[in-house]
């Protein structure tokens, strides 16, 4: 299986700066055929679902804020929050569908 | 308004069945893959078995390969875990999801609620 390993496990950010979350994969998710990175982030709010925000590594799901993004190739990924509003304190998880079973990173919990 | 809904939940002992059930709405059922993906209390996000679009191939986690069956109606718009033998550690939230495409080489677009399970004497 591959692991997902995200960095770090909480986040503390003020209001209106960056967050930045890492997510390493223990092989390469980048399918050669395609040339896409099999990556995806989710955020998930207290008491509710995760909610898709970024798949493909880098392309914004339909109706999710520009202030999100998505970079990386291969093993080393990268969720960007510019500009943190009080809304997007959550917990942010990393998924590869490279491969059987698709796998989630353990989480990083961003905070005020 | 594309919408999942989960169902089947419930107190079981160990060594017991439960069969989830997910009414999906709002969208053409037979054109996507379905996944099932668990959450523990307080824990992170668990996929626990797959489906395509026609039935045709499934996929299991190691850890309930065996014991759980996926299976869906399309006539009826709905996924299903069969879920036997349960232990204490399948105590969960049980999500029905959404696959972006026919199979779940993808990424999950649409999560139900979810559904409580708990696994105990």
């Known amino acids: 299986d591959i692991v997902m390993t995200q960095s770090p496990d909480s986040l503390a950010v003020s209001l209106g700066e960056r967050a930045t979350i890492n997510c390493k994969s223990s092989q390469s998710v980048l399918y050669s055929s395609n040339n896409y990175n099999h990556l995806a982030w989710y955020q998930q709010k207290p008491g509710q679902p995760p909610k898709l925000l970024i798949y493909w590594a880098s392309t914004r799901e339909s109706g999710v804020p520009d202030r999100f993004s998505g970079s990386g190739s291969g093993t080393d990924f990268t969720l960007s929050i510019t500009s943190l509003q009080a809304e997007d304190v959550a917990v942010y998880y990393c998924?590869?569908?490279?491969?059987?079973?698709?796998?989630f990173g353990q989480g990083t919990k961003v905070e005020l | 308004e594309v919408q999942l809904v989960e169902s089947g939940g419930g107190v079981v002992r160990p060594g017991g069945s439960l069969r989830l059930s997910c009414a999906a709405s709002g969208f053409t059922f037979d054109d996507y893959g379905m996944s099932w993906v668990r959450q523990a209390p307080g824990k992170g996000l668990e996929w626990v078995s797959g489906?395509?679009?026609?039935?045709?191939?499934?996929g299991y986690a190691d850890s309930v390969k065996g014991r759980f069956t996926i299976s869906r109606d399309n006539a009826k718009n709905s996924l299903y875990l069969q879920m036997n033998s349960l232990r204490a550690e399948d105590t969960a939230l049980y999500h029905c999801?959404?696959?972006?495409?026919?199979?779940?080489?993808?990424?999950?677009?649409?999560w139900g609620q979810g559904t409580m399970v708990s696994v105990s004497s």
């Open positions: 998924q590869q569908y490279y491969s059987f079973p698709p796998t």
């Open positions: 999801t959404r696959c972006r495409g026919g199979t779940c080489y993808n990424a999950f677009d649409i």
């Open positions: 489906i395509n679009w026609n039935g045709g191939s499934t």
